[in-house]
């Protein structure tokens, strides 16, 4: 009766231990996919922050390309000047002989 017993608990611990070995092993590969997911992550990130720095360098690359537009916007701008000058010299003399010829009508 006691070796019954004493079977019957090796059995109970054989089958107790091959329990807690399944549940380590499944522990094991979670923590495994866990630290690849982090590791993973990790590179995302650094991943980003190279990208944002190459951004930054080619949008100063692409800044200093760039021609400068001060000339020719100052080019067009006394362009435009002279041809508003240009009217207005025009345009005067003739809203003064309108204005005059309405005062005469009335």
Do not use: C
Not at 62 to 88: M, N, W, Y
Request: hydrophobic share 35%; charged share 40%.
């Amino acid at each position: 009766m006691v070796e019954e017993r004493l079977e019957r608990l090796e059995a109970r611990v054989e089958g107790l231990s091959e329990r807690i070995d399944t549940r380590v092993g499944g522990l094991e590969r979670e923590v495994s996919q866990l630290r690849n997911e982090m590791a993973s992550r990790t590179d995302m990130s650094q991943l980003r922050n190279e990208m944002h720095v190459l951004h930054e360098d080619l949008v100063d690359t692409i800044k200093a390309l760039a021609p400068d537009f001060a000339p020719i916007r100052r080019e067009f701008q006394q362009a435009d000047d002279e041809v508003k000058e240009s009217l207005l010299r025009r345009i005067e003399p003739i809203e003064a002989a309108q204005r005059a010829r309405r005062r005469t009508k009335s």
